[in-house]
């Protein structure tokens, strides 16, 4: 390698660089190379349970079978203290990226729907090859008890009234007796999830088909997770209402023979959406992983996503 031009270096949960390879043979390749952050809270947040290892796992093992546009990977690794995600710039290749706090219509919402369909049934009870899928959702159900209580309590504190006052009580209910929510939340086949994919994560490669970046949450898990994370963070309020039960209905029938009854689906969108909910507190509280006004707008989108389908009552 002739060359390392730095173009662009932000720290977040992870530290994220953008830069231009100049190679011996003449060749410029730009990448986005993802590492451990400066900040020692991201980085605790990211290695205690293990998210870069899922991240380089998922690049390394998965990513040729997963049938959702992902960035091109030139490679991943892990070493003691840390982990590296070499990816293609996604800013040169004509993909159009969304930020965090785009809304998106309910056409687009359908098509990323219809990926994650085609993804949810390929590995539909088939996750037992790849055990450390298994093992991310456990280790997340022992952290989570532990800290969720005072992490959702830091992030009902600091987003103030984009929270509704009724909502308070249930999500510490909630927070207090996680283990058994989550297994209510989580019956059923378990599939292959990205368990992220909030505006931020997105984006539509050249070819208009959409894709995800930041598979480091990725696991075994229930189809509606992806299915309530997705709708309850990208879309406004409004669209939501309106379009909620014919996305729910097109995604079952992209599902095929696997799909679960409406009413069965039904009742698993609605519990999952208090994983969103608790996901945007937890951002909240722990500051560095975005910025404070996108993480105002994703609490507040969740939580009315919760309250309009007494989410916390399902449970």
Request: with cysteine.
């Amino acid at each position: 390698m002739a060359k390392i031009e730095i173009l662009d270096d932000q720290s977040g949960t992870t530290r994220r660089t953008r830069a231009r390879l100049r190679l011996d043979n003449g060749e410029e390749l730009s990448v986005f190379i993802k590492r451990p952050s400066r900040s020692l809270v991201a980085r605790a947040f990211v290695a205690v349970p293990r998210l870069g290892r899922a991240e380089v796992n998922f690049y390394t093992e998965l990513r040729d079978r997963v049938p959702i546009a992902t960035p091109q990977c030139h490679g991943a690794g892990r070493y003691r203290r840390g982990f590296i995600v070499v990816l293609e710039d996604l800013t040169h290749s004509g993909a159009k990226l969304r930020s965090s706090t785009d809304t998106l219509s309910a056409d687009e919402a359908g098509s990323l729907l219809d990926s994650l369909a085609a993804m949810h049934r390929q590995w539909w009870g088939r996750t037992d090859s790849h055990p450390w899928l298994a093992r991310n959702p456990r280790r997340e159900l022992k952290l989570g008890a532990l800290l969720s209580p005072s992490l959702c309590r830091l992030g009902l504190w600091r987003v103030g009234s984009a929270v509704p006052e009724p909502l308070h009580k249930p999500i510490s209910h909630y927070a207090r007796n996680r283990r058994s929510a989550q297994e209510a939340m989580s019956a059923g086949p378990t599939t292959l999830i990205h368990n992220d994919c909030h505006p931020g994560n997105q984006y539509v490669a050249a070819g208009g088909r959409p894709g995800l970046i930041d598979w480091q949450l990725c696991r075994a898990g229930t189809w509606a997770r992806d299915v309530a994370y997705l709708l309850a963070t990208s879309l406004d309020p409004e669209t939501r209402r309106n379009a909620e039960r014919d996305l729910l209905a097109n995604y079952l029938n992209q599902l095929g023979t696997v799909a679960p009854t409406v009413e069965e689906a039904w009742l698993a969108y609605r519990r999952n959406v208090v994983y969103a909910v608790e996901a945007m507190l937890v951002t909240a509280a722990v500051g560095v992983m975005m910025p404070k006004s996108a993480s105002l707008t994703l609490v507040n989108r969740t939580a009315k996503a919760a309250a309009d389908l007494d989410s916390f009552g399902a449970l």
